[in-house]
């Protein structure tokens, strides 16, 4: 398997624009989470969901971020618009079903909103 | 709300030496935690998970411990190589109930194996 799979691995943006990240979770995984990742917060989950249906939204920060799943084979995060504080790297993850299973993440998506 | 610290922040050793990282919680209702590395821009890859019945995991070079009831979890890397430079995150997954995952990272710590 090619493992979790991101993309674009980097965007450079200006505020105002829309962002969409894209992620293919591993075949199989019914389970898939968006994190984000800065320097100053660290790692933040900012949605999971089971079975392409959406479990636990309240990381996402606010109405400007969107997450969809429309099959179990990907998953979108969009952010609209964007502003400078979205730059961050987004990493899209992946496991089987419960939380006793090895959670596996994609490369991540580098985003810088000037 | 889960809390999940990592000490030091960063460390530097000499190949070869063994050494110890650190994690800690302050919520012991865990149902699993995880030890991860993260390489420059790269994603996270999971090295050790160790479920809130056991009380170790191993793996090669690599022995991870938990103590629930501390709230403590230590990653002990043997005969450190440069290869094992890298950033080395804890995560703690709370109980959600049947197929929930909570998981709570530590920010992590950076180690630097010196040749």
């Given at each position: 398997d090619a493992g979790v799979i991101?993309?674009?691995?980097?965007?450079?943006?200006?505020?105002?624009?829309?962002?969409?990240?894209r992620c293919k979770p591993i075949s199989g995984h019914n389970?898939l989470?968006?994190?984000?990742?800065?320097?100053?917060?660290?790692?933040?989950?900012?949605?999971?969901f089971?079975n392409n249906?959406?479990?636990?939204?309240?990381?996402?920060?606010?109405?400007?971020?969107?997450?969809k799943m429309p099959n179990a084979s990907f998953s979108t995060?969009?952010?609209?618009?964007?502003?400078?504080?979205?730059?961050?790297?987004?990493?899209c993850?992946s496991?089987?079903?419960?939380?006793?299973?090895?959670?596996?993440?994609?490369?991540?998506?580098?985003?810088?909103?000037? | 709300?889960?809390?999940?610290?990592?000490?030091?922040?960063?460390?530097?050793?000499?190949?070869?030496?063994?050494?110890?990282?650190?994690?800690?919680?302050?919520?012991?209702?865990?149902?699993?935690?995880?030890?991860?590395?993260?390489?420059?821009?790269?994603?996270?890859?999971?090295?050790?998970?160790?479920?809130?019945?056991?009380?170790?995991?191993?793996?090669?070079?690599?022995?991870?411990?938990?103590?629930?009831?501390?709230?403590?979890?230590?990653?002990?890397?043997?005969?450190?190589?440069?290869?094992?430079?890298?950033?080395?995150?804890?995560?703690?997954?709370?109980?959600?109930?049947?197929?929930?995952?909570?998981?709570?990272?530590?920010?992590?710590?950076?180690?630097?194996?010196?040749?």
């Open positions: 991101q993309s674009p691995r980097h965007e450079v943006t200006e505020m105002g624009q829309e962002v969409t990240l389970s989470f968006w994190y984000r990742q800065t320097m100053m917060r660290g790692l933040e989950l900012l949605i999971y089971n249906v959406p479990i636990d939204d309240s990381g996402m920060p606010e109405d400007r971020f969107s997450a995060l969009k952010i609209q618009p964007s502003e400078p504080r979205d730059s961050a790297v987004y990493f993850a496991t089987f079903d419960s939380g006793a299973n090895v959670l596996t993440f994609g490369a991540g998506s580098r985003l810088t909103v000037l | 709300k889960q809390e999940v610290t990592q000490i030091p922040a960063a460390l530097s050793v000499p190949e070869g030496e063994n050494l110890v990282l650190n994690c800690s919680f302050t919520d012991s209702a865990i149902y699993n935690l995880q030890w991860f590395r993260q390489d420059p821009g790269k994603g996270l890859t999971s090295l050790l998970l160790i479920q809130s019945s056991q009380r170790e995991q191993t793996s090669g070079r690599l022995n991870a411990s938990l103590d629930k009831s501390s709230g403590r979890s230590t990653l002990y890397i043997a005969a450190s190589q440069p290869g094992d430079s890298a950033t080395y995150l804890c995560a703690v997954n709370g109980l959600g109930g049947a197929g929930s995952y909570q998981l709570t990272f530590g920010k992590g710590t950076k180690l630097s194996v010196i040749p």
